[in-house]
Every structure is written in structure tokens, then in C-alpha cells.
């Protein structure tokens, strides 16, 4: 089992509508979980973390967390073409020296 | 405020000859990451490092792969001798302690 697993996609949605990605993890005690998105060629820009259970929402993001599940999810409001990137799951690690694990990432195409 | 600096953007070498990356990061920042992204791959960790001290190299493939962080600021990666395999983006990063990070643009190595 991976320590970060995400769907590598692509997820298509239309212009206007509410894209979902998710992401799961193995580690029961992690404690800190990111977002970014990376558009082709460029480097990955961190847009959310959270760090506690339930919802955080900043503009049209909202990152959803649930440690029960291990699970965390981003949900992108009012899509736009321009949200059309990969977006990458990263997780700290409990214990030890907190390791640092990013998913393969899902790649996102919004459809004018 | 500047963000992460890397240099070069881009190195073409042949195999079996060395390569060293350069890195500045944000100032203030105490925690600095290597990463290897490979196509269609989420970055993957080469070494962190808290000030000068390497906290995380267990992914450095250390027979041929060294870095160093001299005075807790800027950082160096170097790969001797250089293989095909090698051919990758690298990333450094920057965080306060072990949080959200920032990346550079990378340098995107092609080992011929």
C-alpha cells in the first residue's frame, strides 16, 4: 500500500461546476496534510494545508479532513479553465523525523 | 519577498560526468528539501534538512548523490557520476520548521 494514494485521473468537469479530488493515507497519526497544484512544466504552489478535522475553506477551495477515514479532500468551487493543473496531495508523517510523502497527484482538466 | 532561488534551470551532461544543483532559500526559512520529480510522478523526497542538520536522507541514494547545507542557509546537491536514470526535475524547497512549503523552479536535468 502506498503511504499517499491519489486517483492520477484525468477528472474532467465543466467550466462552472465543483471539482472534487481526493487523496488517502496510511499513516493513522499524521498530523499535517497539503494541497498543490502544479501547472505542466512549472514547479508545485502550495494553495491549502490543514491540519485538523473537518472543512477549511479559502476562496473557492475547500481542503475536508477526516482522520478517522484517512482521508483528505479538495473541493474546487466555480471551476475555471484556468484551474486545469495537477494537484498533489502531500502528508507529514507522525513519529520519528515527521517524513514528508506527496501522492503521484490528479490531473485536473476543466472544460470551457 | 524572494522566494526560493535554484540555479541552473536547465543542465544537459553525458553519463558518468558530475552535476552540482544550487539552492537559496527563503530567508528566514529553517528547513530546506531536496526532491526528484520524475514525469507523471508526485516529488519525491531526497533530503530535508533542519539548519545544517540532515534530519531525513534515507531516499538520498547516497553511493553517488552528496548535499550539504553549510551555515543553515544556502544548499548544494550534487550527483557523481551521473547515470540515464538520473534525468529528472529537481525541486528544493523551503518551510519554517516542517510546515507549508515553498518551491523553487527547479532544474531540470537531462543525463544523455
Known amino acids: 500500500q502506498k503511504e499517499v494514494e491519489q486517483n492520477s485521473g484525468p477528472l474532467s468537469v465543466p467550466e462552472g461546476a465543483i471539482a472534487s479530488l481526493n487523496c488517502t493515507y496510511s499513516?493513522?497519526?499524521?498530523?499535517?496534510f497539503f494541497w498543490y497544484r502544479q501547472y505542466s512544466g512549472k514547479s508545485p504552489e502550495l494553495i491549502m494545508f490543514i491540519y485538523s478535522n473537518g472543512d477549511k475553506e479559502d476562496g473557492r477551495f475547500t481542503a475536508q479532513l477526516n482522520k478517522a477515514s484517512q482521508y483528505v479532500s479538495l473541493l474546487i468551487r466555480d471551476s475555471q479553465p484556468s484551474d486545469s493543473a495537477t494537484y498533489l496531495c502531500?502528508?507529514?508523517?507522525?513519529?520519528?523525523?515527521?517524513?514528508?510523502?506527496f501522492g503521484t497527484g490528479t490531473k485536473l482538466q476543466v472544460i470551457p | 519577498e524572494a522566494g526560493v532561488v535554484q540555479s541552473p534551470r536547465y543542465k544537459i551532461i553525458e553519463k558518468k560526468q558530475p552535476v552540482a544543483f544550487w539552492c537559496n532559500p527563503i530567508s528566514g526559512h529553517n528547513t530546506l528539501y531536496w526532491y526528484r520529480q520524475n514525469l507523471g510522478q508526485g516529488p519525491e523526497l531526497l533530503i530535508r534538512?533542519?539548519?545544517?542538520?540532515?534530519?531525513?536522507d534515507s531516499q538520498l541514494p547516497k553511493d553517488r548523490f552528496s548535499a550539504e547545507r553549510l551555515k543553515g542557509v544556502d544548499s548544494t546537491l550534487k550527483i557523481q557520476p551521473a547515470e540515464l536514470g538520473d534525468s529528472a526535475v529537481y525541486l528544493c524547497?523551503?518551510?519554517?520548521?516542517?510546515?507549508?512549503?515553498?518551491f523553487g523552479p527547479g532544474t531540470r536535468l537531462t543525463v544523455t
Open positions: 502531500a502528508v507529514i508523517h507522525s513519529g520519528g523525523y515527521q517524513k514528508v510523502t
Open positions: 534538512y533542519e539548519n545544517e542538520e540532515a534530519v531525513d
Open positions: 499513516d493513522r497519526g499524521s498530523q499535517s
Open positions: 524547497a523551503s518551510s519554517f520548521r516542517n510546515y507549508e512549503q515553498y
